[in-house]
């Protein structure tokens, strides 16, 4: 759910009744991380995007973080998919678009490299989509 406060939580639509919760941790002690944007895949990984500049996979079949990316100098506002589901991209408030891509046959989550950065310049990007 996005705009949550140091969790990212998946629901049952059935049964309304969460069945995973993942914890994203704390840059800082005394403030709490804001999970900004998420994009979920068929194979049931979640791309989070977060107020620490962090793109984030996790298995939500499991609730665990599978991989983690700085990817960002502040907060990561947008995440998504391309349509094949084998690239996300990322975007917040520096000039800068990150790109993921699977690198393997054998690898099927989508977080196991970053590939590129492309910076832009615009104020921030808050929302993009791939078509």
């Given at each position: 759910?996005?705009?949550?406060?140091?969790?990212?939580?998946?629901?049952?639509?059935?049964?309304?009744?969460?069945?995973?919760?993942?914890?994203?941790?704390?840059?800082?002690?005394?403030?709490?991380?804001?999970?900004?944007?998420?994009?979920?895949?068929?194979?049931?990984?979640?791309v989070?995007?977060?107020?620490?500049g962090k793109t984030c996979f996790w298995s939500a079949a499991t609730g665990t973080l599978v991989d983690a990316y700085q990817t960002h100098a502040a907060d990561v506002l947008s995440v998504c998919l391309s349509p094949e589901q084998d690239v996300a991209y990322s975007s917040g408030v520096d000039p800068n678009i990150v790109h993921f891509q699977v690198?393997?046959?054998f690898d099927n989550i989508l977080g196991t490299a970053r590939n590129d950065h492309f910076s832009i310049y615009l104020l921030f990007v808050f929302v993009f989509s791939l078509w």
């Open positions: 759910m996005p705009g949550s406060s140091d969790t990212i939580r998946v629901w049952d639509v059935k049964t309304g009744h969460p069945t995973a919760r993942m914890t994203t941790g704390r840059a800082e002690r005394n403030r709490e991380t804001v999970v900004w944007s998420v994009a979920l895949t068929d194979d049931l990984t979640v989070s995007g977060d107020s620490r690198c393997s046959p």
